[in-house]
């Protein structure tokens, strides 16, 4: 059973910065790109970063680009998302998901989130 728990949000001010984490387990890690996506309230699922299966290639939205930074380490099973430069916009409620397919970057599978980490900017 897939199973994803993100953790590390909270409350900062502008121009601030968080890491979040996500656990990974009950299928094989390694072999799915990952995504971190996000949920303003309101507003549908917006993805804004994933990363290849081994780590190496990594794609940004536009919005989030040059602030935040995705990485895995498969040894743990961890994907994490570090966010430098927050503004209020990005308040959401923050998911981890896998891919639909291993091997390759097609979507994000939305059913295999978690229960999310609120992420609130404000000062």
């Known amino acids: 059973q897939v199973q994803l728990v993100e953790s590390g949000g909270g409350l900062v001010q502008p121009g601030g910065s968080l890491r979040l984490s996500c656990a990974a387990s009950?299928?094989?890690?390694?072999?799915?790109?990952m995504y971190w996506v996000r949920q303003i309230p309101g507003n549908g699922l917006e993805w804004i970063a994933v990363?290849?299966?081994?780590?190496?290639?990594?794609y940004y939205a536009e919005s989030v680009k040059d602030r935040f930074t995705i990485s895995r380490d498969n040894a743990k099973n961890m994907v994490y998302l570090q966010m430098n430069s927050l503004k209020v916009e990005d308040t959401a409620v923050y998911y981890c998901?896998?891919?639909?397919?291993?091997?390759?970057?097609?979507?994000?599978?939305?059913?295999?989130r978690g229960q999310g980490t609120q992420v609130t900017v404000s000062s």
């Open positions: 990363i290849e299966w081994d780590g190496i290639n990594r």
């Open positions: 009950g299928f094989r890690f390694s072999s799915y790109w």
């Open positions: 998901a896998r891919d639909r397919k291993p091997g390759t970057w097609s979507e994000f599978d939305s059913e295999s």
